[in-house]
């Protein structure tokens, strides 16, 4: 395993600011979190999709949630190719697997590290309710610079796995016209029923209508 890691330029730090539509210190740690398990790995950004999958543990409405961002920027694993999956457990850790060879690393913040955060001027002001887009950047730019330049075993620790249990799906390429909507479903979202397809909303009304009312 490589302990050389990719350094992060500025031209795709700006871009995925760019993408995620903030200066924040969370995007960026998940981008450099992405950039070191594909790093451990020896693997390239997902194109396709299903070369790699990252599960992230991020949950909703909380602190940080920037981190999923990053490591979607940074592995391709996104959620229209439909290589992230939602894992959400409210910890900051991505688990990015290798589908080929089924081996995976599992990258997360040191306890330290992410308890240090909630006591920061940036968590203060973001708590208190200050968008993060108003922050001054003189707050904001050094923890960017700090998440991007310490040796990254100062910020991470990774475990890894020789054969992470994972299944691949298949990728369904057919659909069926919803017989109650007439809208397109994907068949492996559809049912038929009584002869006719039906997507879900739509089949449970044909069902409570078979069902005798009196
Ligand atoms: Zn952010
Ligand atoms: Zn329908």
């Known amino acids: 395993m490589t302990r050389d890691e990719t350094r992060i330029s500025q031209e795709e730090l700006e871009a995925a600011q760019y993408f995620h539509g903030h200066k924040c210190p969370a995007m960026p740690q998940g981008l450099r979190a992405g950039h070191l398990a594909m790093d451990l790995l020896g ?14 543990e991020t949950g909703d409405h909380h602190f940080s949630g920037c981190f999923v961002d990053g490591v979607m920027f940074a592995t391709g694993c996104t959620t229209g190719k439909g290589n992230l999956v939602r894992k959400p457990l409210g910890k900051f850790a991505v688990t990015l697997i290798d589908t080929k060879t089924l081996r995976a690393v599992r990258v997360t913040p040191h306890y330290e590290r992410m308890s240090q955060c909630l006591t920061m001027d940036f968590f203060k002001l973001r708590a208190n309710g200050v968008p993060p887009y108003e922050l001054d950047p003189q707050v904001v730019e050094p923890l960017i610079k700090d998440v991007l330049t310490k040796p990254w075993e100062e910020i991470f620790a990774v475990q890894t796995f020789d054969q992470y249990p994972y299944r691949k799906e298949p990728e369904v390429f057919d659909a069926v016209q919803c017989a109650h909507c007439g809208e397109l479903v994907v068949t492996s979202y559809a049912t038929s029923y009584q002869g ?19």
């Open 43 to 56: 693997v390239h950004r997902a194109r396709g999709g299903g070369e790699l999958v990252a599960i992230v």
């Open 196 to 214: 006719h397809w039906y997507c879900e909303p739509c089949l449970d009304q044909a069902l409570h209508a078979a069902s005798p009312e009196s």
